[in-house]
């Protein structure tokens, strides 16, 4: 398969801008690049999800893809799951010997021997994920796209996938593997290429000829400057503290301090626990053992709304559209609901005192719009994101975890939301960013906490020199995680 010049552009961002992409039979081919690279759109111009605004795209056979969210129809059986696209008929109607025939052989190509009428419902996530991968071979296709298929896994179902893919590799295929997950990259990868702000820095590269090091810096680039903030006073009291915390998503001995006027950043590979951990912080998921202290003081939050009225914590999640915004509701109304008690009288909540209270923050983050009633939906990604922090600015947050922050905005947006956050703490915020940019990080962060595995594996004090930062901070997440 071959992609030449691919050129795909969207309101206020350039997402591909001639990329490159050579894929061989036989082999298994890395895609990299930081959020916002370029990949997503390339995988939806591969799939025919998105028509190229120019380029050329050729490939001798069917690509299928396999994401990194199942689509499978839980009450539907295995044959029926993967003879979904093409079910066999007879007369009109569904073959279903033919389906449970053409469903065994493509669940033996991935070396699993289960009934093809079972239900997919209740099947570990292991198997799901071949059958996954059965139902992409059973349309015949000579190239298979793997879209970051392990960030769920378990290392030993990680390795029974690789498996599958390797002979699959040895068979002729030709595999497309998308991943942040270096590691498994180098285990499992022949060539790699490289997306940056949608160009391609590395082009069809034999993988064993490119160090950890020169990958890193292909994904991030050099160019990049860091922005030259204002000097910003010294980190005051502790505001929050977490003390050998373990919680039911599996986190263990998590200890870590956030200061007020200091931005402290979690990093971490894709499925490292980042989000995880700060949503266990708000209640959303029990905390087993370990303490929690705000402001000092040994406590329990009991869910998003006890962390805002009872602790003035924040949270600016990484997913806008689903779990920061009702997109389609006004810009107003998105602001004001954390602080509805705040605004309610006797007779309800005003529209104005809505308007009121929006249009201070809109006018605080330059949030650009004809008027506050506008629905959120119709905002670009980066005026959306920043209604998300107003909101919880207006609640008065003293603790603000920023999730993701700039994923999906132009780069002119992103600059601006660095200073933006950079300027919440010397405004006196304690501020803990989650962010896999790891320019981002080095940019803003005072302490980097590296995470692997659900567990911090290192700290490290930020003199935002990225050479050395970067280097320090990927020792971290490599040191005893393998070659």
């Known amino acids: 398969m071959r992609a030449e010049g691919l050129v795909k552009a969207f309101p206020g961002v350039r997402a591909l801008d001639g990329a490159n992409l050579r894929i061989e039979p036989g082999s298994v081919h890395a895609l ?3 959020n916002g690279a370029g990949k997503s759109t390339l995988i939806k111009i591969l799939t025919g999800v998105y028509k190229p605004d120019a380029g050329r795209l050729e490939s001798d056979g069917e690509i299928a893809v396999v994401h990194q969210e199942r689509n499978l129809v839980p009450g539907f059986s295995i044959a029926e799951n993967i003879m979904l696209r093409r079910p ?16 065994v052989r493509c669940l033996d190509l ?7 009428d079972r239900p997919v419902r209740g099947l570990p996530v292991s198997q799901l994920q071949l059958i996954e991968v059965a139902k992409a071979l059973s349309l015949g296709a000579g190239v298979l796209l793997l879209d970051e298929p392990t960030t769920a896994s378990t290392p030993s179902e990680v390795e029974r996938l690789f498996t599958v893919v390797r002979r699959l590799r040895d068979a002729g295929t030709a595999v497309l593997f998308v991943s942040h997950k270096l590691e498994e990259v180098y285990d499992l990868c022949d060539t790699v290429t490289v997306l940056r702000d949608g160009v ?5 590269v034999p993988l064993a000829s490119v160090s950890r090091t020169d990958l890193i ?16 006073a010294e980190p005051a009291e502790p505001m929050l503290e977490l003390d050998s915390v373990s919680t039911a998503l599996g986190h263990h001995d998590v200890s870590l301090t956030v200061r007020r006027g200091e931005i402290v950043g979690l990093y971490g590979l894709v499925g490292a626990g980042r989000t995880e951990l700060a949503k266990s912080l708000l209640g959303l998921s029990a905390i087993t053992s370990g303490s929690v202290r705000v402001r000092g003081k040994a406590t329990r939050i009991r869910g998003v709304r006890d962390a805002l009225r009872r602790h003035r914590i924040g949270y600016v999640p990484e997913d806008r559209k689903h779990e920061g915004l009702f997109l389609e509701q006004s810009i107003a109304r998105n602001i004001a609901v954390p602080v509805w008690d705040r605004l309610s009288r006797r007779l309800g909540i005003s529209a104005r005192s809505e308007r009121e209270l929006a249009a201070r923050y809109v006018d605080r983050l330059g949030i650009r719009l004809s008027s506050v009633d506008r629905a959120v939906g119709e905002l670009s ?3 959306q994101q920043k209604v998300s922090l ?26 601006a939301f660095h200073e933006l956050i950079w300027k919440l703490a010397a405004d006196g915020l304690a501020v803990v960013l989650i962010t896999s940019d790891l320019v981002e990080m080095v940019t803003l962060a005072d302490r980097i906490f590296v995470m692997r595995e659900f567990a ?10 990225y050479p050395r930062t970067s280097q320090a901070v990927m020792g971290h997440i490599h040191a005893g995680a393998g070659s």
């Open 200 to 204: 391609s820095v590395l082009e069809s």
């Open 456 to 465: 911090v594996r290192g700290e490290v004090v930020n003199d935002h020199d």
């Open 381 to 383: 990604g980066g005026n």
């Open 390 to 415: 107003a909101k919880w600015l207006a609640a008065d947050t003293e603790i603000l975890v920023i999730d993701e922050p700039t994923v999906g905005i132009d780069l002119r947006t992103k600059a």
């Open 32 to 34: 990299l690049g930081e």
């Open 217 to 232: 810096t292909a994904m991030v680039g050099r160019e990049h400057t860091v922005l030259d903030f204002p000097a910003r």
């Open 88 to 103: 066999p008929s007879k007369r009109g109607l569904l073959d279903r010997a033919a389906a449970r025939a053409e469903a």
């Open 110 to 116: 991935v070396g699993l021997d289960l009934d093809p």
